[in-house]
């Protein structure tokens, strides 16, 4: 910064207009601070063409050494030092060119990749190290490595908020750790925080790589048992199950938060996103650390009803819906933990507008010109399926836990499902139907028959649970129900549950293919041999 002067600052959001940011420079104007516009091509076209004027006003009342300038209609006093500086990721949704008449006001600066090891380096003997030279090599060839041997996930980012967040972890765990050896230390957080966003086709290639890199280690990982034990005992309270490879997830989700303060949770529908959320927020219950909990769906309203925006008529300034929920969220002045869940999918549109927050700066810059900080205690967790639409800046941003969708599988729900019905007998019943009849369906529906709309495993077995849960009614099934009933009830609701999304073409009607396949595969229960078994009801 300048000698004795200020730096600030600011992310520019899309409702930015002429006032407003005119408004900013009379400010810095005035001071002879520095401002720093991020994402300055998000501003649209029409607005930027004003801007220019604005900052050639600036620039020739410093070049006239004026000690007032007219700007905006008034009178103003103009420190020199004043400076102005803008930055912007070139080329992708939601970014506009900009026009010639600004860029001729302002120098370009390109930016050169630095050099990650020898910064990795720094780090790591700022956090204590002492074969840091050794150490970054191997860190920085892993991430190489990573880059080209993966497989090419949205999700997967190998930069420098990657490296940094890692070295944070080393750190930590060499001070919780003083006699264990720097190299396992250093192996052990590649690991361990490595470990959670990889997809579970790439985790053989990742351990392998940590393996060449950290011959002959195998350090085991650093767990809090007594953690672990409340994690399962919130799980049981949620009545889910307390499934190892849940519990580690719920774990790691607690170490991401250690480290990172915006958190992608990602996942295809059914692989436990939500209760993975539900699970920590129910254990920090547990342990009286009262949490807050606020959550949202940022696509069902725009952004301007999502941030806030100033009315163009009245220049009065309409809150957002996250504005508010953040600024209520930092007035609180407890250190209990405090999430904002954002569940919906990202678009460049809105999730840009958080750029400000999700980064070091930890600040909403809001249109109006106010700043809301993001307290040590606050979160920000994001529930998605997909970052298609997420660009670089954003997937660099935020701690990442995938959700496989082969981690948890169909068993636990079936298990907590089965759980909540009241008959002892029934529930022996279900058990040995649903291991009968569904890992076949599954694994026959997974390449034979074409559905109409792809429907996931967990989904079928979710519409199985519901059909037999308006079936299996206390009047069609009395505590004394033969098993036989049950099977003709369970089959009734499988056949509609793995096969009611059957397509017909014009060449081949897959309805009529499950049904013989279904008739062949299964005989305890006896169809009719006229036409499907889609004809038939109980």
């Not at 952004?303 to 309409?318: H, M, Q, S, V």
């Not at 954002?342 to 999700?358: A, F, K, Q, R």
Request: glycine share 6%; hydrophobic share 45%; charged share 25%.
């Amino acid at each position: 910064t300048t000698e004795g002067g200020e730096c600030t600052g600011l992310h520019l959001a899309l409702p930015a207009q002429t006032q407003s940011i005119g408004n900013i420079y009379k400010g810095l104007s005035q001071t002879g601070a520095w401002g720093c516009f991020g994402e300055f091509n998000r501003i649209s076209v029409e607005v930027l063409s004003v801007v220019a004027v604005q900052v050639k006003t600036i620039q020739d009342a410093i070049l006239s050494k004026k000690k007032h300038f007219m700007f905006l209609d008034a009178d103003i006093r103009l420190t020199p030092t004043v400076g102005i500086f803008i930055t912007m990721n070139p080329g992708y949704a939601g970014r506009t060119e900009l026009p010639e008449n600004l860029k001729a006001l302002f120098r370009p600066c390109a930016m050169v990749v630095p050099d990650f090891e020898l910064i990795a380096e720094i780090m790591l003997v700022a956090e204590g190290f002492i074969e840091a030279r050794v150490l970054a090599r191997k860190f920085l060839t892993l991430y190489t490595l990573c880059k080209e041997l993966l497989s090419k996930q949205d999700h997967y980012d190998w930069g420098l908020r990657a490296i940094k967040s890692v070295l944070v972890v080393a750190g930590t765990l060499k001070r919780g750790d003083k006699g264990r050896p720097e190299d396992q230390v250093l192996m052990r957080a590649l690991r361990d925080f490595n470990t959670p966003k990889i997809v579970t086709d790439d985790v053989p290639i990742f351990m392998g790589l940590i393996g060449d890199l950290f011959p002959a280690l195998n350090v085991p990982r650093k767990r809090d048992l007594d953690f672990e034990a409340t994690v399962k005992k919130s799980v049981v309270e949620l009545g889910l199950q307390p499934e190892d490879n849940f519990v580690l997830k719920v774990v790691q989700l607690e170490e991401l938060l250690h480290v990172r303060h915006s958190i992608f949770v990602i996942g295809n529908a059914g692989t436990g996103k939500t209760k993975i959320l539900r699970s920590l927020n129910k254990t920090y219950q547990i342990m009286k650390r009262k949490p807050v909990w606020q959550d949202l769906n940022p696509k069902a309203v725009t952004n301007d009803e999502l941030f806030g925006y100033i009315n163009p008529a009245t220049r009065e300034w309409k809150d957002g819906l996250f504005s508010c929920i953040m600024r209520d969220l930092a007035n609180m002045s407890t250190d209990f933990p405090k999430w904002i869940v954002l569940d919906g999918d990202i678009d460049p549109m809105w999730i840009e507008s958080l750029n400000t927050v999700m980064d070091d700066n930890k600040v909403l810059t809001l249109a109006s010109n106010e700043r809301v900080p993001l307290t040590p205690s606050m979160r920000l967790m994001f529930e998605i399926g997909h970052l298609k639409a997420a660009t670089p800046a954003t997937v660099s941003r935020a701690g990442i836990l995938f959700a496989n969708p082969s981690d948890l599988g169909w068993n636990p729900y079936v298990q907590s499902w089965i759980d909540t019905r009241d008959v002892q007998s029934e529930k022996a019943n279900l058990t040995i139907l649903f291991d009968r009849y569904v890992p076949t369906c599954l694994e026959t529906l997974r390449f034979r028959f074409k559905k109409i709309t792809p429907v996931t495993d967990i989904s079928m077995i979710q519409t199985l649970c519901y059909l037999l849960e308006a079936l299996l009614s206390p009047e069609n099934t009395p505590p004394d129900t033969a098993k036989e009933v049950y099977e003709l009830y369970f089959v009734f609701a499988a056949v509609w549950a793995f096969g009611g999304s059957m397509f017909q073409d014009q060449l081949v009607d897959y309805r009529v293919e499950f049904s013989k396949w279904w008739v062949t595969e299964f005989k305890t229960v006896k169809f009719p041999t006229h036409g499907t078994v889609f004809d038939y009801f109980l």
